[in-house]
């Protein structure tokens, strides 16, 4: 590691072999016109990540993957750009595009140093994208610069206590055991891929965010409704009912 950025090429490499994995996964989510967020597929009436309305808002989408999430903010009237790491997932999201008749601006690059001038949107949304594949100092603070005053941060990410009940094997359920240390959370390595996580304790994101000039509005703890399944084997329902697996975070950057 030279520049401190191993973990984007890292995760670059594992992005491209995992992409063929997503493919379908992400055409279902392009034909759905409701959001279903996360591995559970919450609805956006109860997480409400877009908020009132998105319409004639310049959205960025740090970690866009297959472009679901711009598709969706686009239906609503939004203006997306969306940015990867993955050539393999835009291959994908350009694909999609195609299918879909849906256009918007697609970038290959990484979202801890977007090739974007700042103040230029009014809400950065990432799923499960830069949110955990990017170190929180790095791309949060781009997250900031890119935002117009009194723009929105909205991100959704794996909960922090299952970050210290998974256990180190692939693929394993999560436990009802503290694994690791809390304090310090920060990266995340494991033994299955060379892929890298990024993952703090809510003190440290709420005084990273704070210092970039970002005022939370809100942490959703994520309750996964009753009935709710998921193709992901990490987190069983039961689990998932006393403790959230899921945590949605939503931000404004001062006026
Ligand atoms: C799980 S996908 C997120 C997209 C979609 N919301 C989903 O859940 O499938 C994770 C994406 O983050 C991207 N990613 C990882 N590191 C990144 C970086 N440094 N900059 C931009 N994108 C990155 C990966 O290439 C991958 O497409």
Not at 63 to 85: E, F, H, K, Q
Not at 111 to 122: C, I, K, N, Q
Not at 213 to 239: C, H, K, N, Q
Request: aromatic fraction near 10%; hydrophobic fraction near 40%.
């Amino acid at each position: 590691m030279v520049d401190g950025l191993d973990h984007v090429r890292r995760n670059r490499r594992v992005w491209d072999t995992e992409a063929a994995a997503y493919v379908e996964p992400g055409r279902r989510a392009w034909a759905r016109d409701e959001p279903a967020w996360g591995q559970w597929g919450v609805s956006e009436c109860r997480l409400r990540l877009f908020g009132d309305s998105v319409a004639g808002l310049d959205t960025v989408e740090l970690g866009c993957g297959t472009g679901y999430v711009s598709a969706w903010l686009a239906r609503r009237g939004a203006r997306p750009v969306g940015i990867d790491n993955s050539p393999a997932q835009l291959i994908s999201a350009r694909s999609f595009q195609a299918e879909f008749g849906l256009r918007f601006p697609l970038i290959h690059g990484d979202a801890e140093r977007v090739p974007l001038g700042s103040e230029r949107f009014d809400l950065a949304i990432s799923e499960y994208g830069a949110s955990i594949w990017c170190d929180p100092y790095r791309w949060i603070p781009e997250a900031a610069r890119l935002l117009r005053p009194g723009g929105r941060l909205v991100f959704l990410v794996n909960g922090a206590i299952l970050m210290l009940c998974l256990p180190d094997e692939v693929d394993a359920p999560a436990g009802d055991r503290l694994l690791r240390p809390y304090l310090g959370m920060h990266r995340f390595e494991w033994s299955e891929d060379e892929s890298v996580e990024f993952h703090l304790p809510h003190g440290a994101m709420i005084r990273l965010l704070t210092d970039c000039g970002l005022v939370v509005e809100e942490l959703i703890e994520v309750e996964v409704p009753a009935g709710s399944t998921t193709r992901y084997p990490w987190v069983r329902f039961d689990w998932a009912q006393k403790w959230p697996c899921e945590e949605v975070w939503k931000a404004r950057k001062l006026p």
